[in-house]
């Protein structure tokens, strides 16, 4: 009995050793995490424009015309109502707007066809959205650059979960659906407005999270999503797609004007502060990823009843595949009682 206790107590020994030995191995080096999403291009900024017009001391959203897509509209507010002015692309005013009916200030412009094929461009103050709910209006997008007074037509929009202050308004042009992203310092939120707007208040979908800040995007023509951060430039390949391409340049991201030119090859983005210099950053070629998905036509039109956007989560299968799921389900049970009877009978 003591001999198997002393060789016990030695491979017990023995075993603590080698236990000893592994332990006391040198630790590798943990590999340097990347960043995520990883950089894919560093372009160089060239100056586009600077505005000589004084009332775009302080211009607020930019996008590029569809019926005019050599012009960028944007709004200046120097005079103390909102305007929306038509500028080339040497950066001199072709027209300017007022928009009756409105008073305050505005921040935000996107543009948009409805189901008839007119192009409208829309406007908002992103900010009134921290009391739960905000005013866009919509304006004809004008045919000839003559200026005068343009008629609006509002939508009362509500998040659903409470206030946001927004960070980005943009639409999509393959399904005429408009988007708001929320701005937050580390986050934003994307919410979906209905596919058909009425004069009724209209409720906000939330439809995703993103995992990094946005102050400005817009879709281009063939779907995919620009996004200006405070670092840099992200394309996704759709509103629901991961970030493709991660884009930056030497240039500061905190004004508000940012657009994308209407051939998708590059974005135009002002400096912060007045008689800002707006410069221009040459988009990589390619994608980035998959190709999106083919959308659904849904007009954003002036119908009085609101289509609702469905949610992306859902059943595997969608509702074809969760059927015959079912079915399956309920004939191994039929199945199981058959056989279980026939067993009792025998």
Known sequence: MRAHSSRALRLAAGGAAAALVVTAAPATAAPTPKPSPAVTSTVSASAAFRPADPRLASPAGLVAGV??????????????????????????????????????????????????????????????????????????????????????????????????????????????????????????AVFALPGVLGPQVNALTRLRTLAFPVRGGEFTRDGRVVLKTTRDVRVLTGIRERVGQVVRAAVRMSGTAFAVSADGKRVLLADPGPKPLFRSLTLPTGSGGAAPKPASTLPVGDQSSPVSFPSESGPPGGLLGTGALVGLVLLGVLGGAFYLRGRRQG
């Open 67 to 188: 019926v005019h897509p050599d012009i960028w509209w944007t709004i200046g507010s120097a005079s103390g109502r909102p305007q929306l002015f038509a500028l080339d692309t040497r950066g001199r005013t072709r027209a300017a707007y007022t928009l009756a009916g409105v008073s305050g200030g505005l921040d935000a412009i996107t543009i948009v066809k409805n189901g008839s094929g007119q192009s409208g461009l829309f406007v908002g103050n992103l900010d009134q959205g921290r009391a739960g709910s905000l005013t866009l209006y919509r304006v004809p997008e004008p045919s000839a650059l003559a200026g005068g007074a343009l008629q609006v037509k509002p939508f009362k929009v509500r998040y659903p979960d409470g206030g946001h202050q927004g960070g980005a308004l943009l639409a999509d042009p393959a399904e005429s659906r408009v988007y708001i992203i929320t701005r937050d310092a580390t986050a934003a």
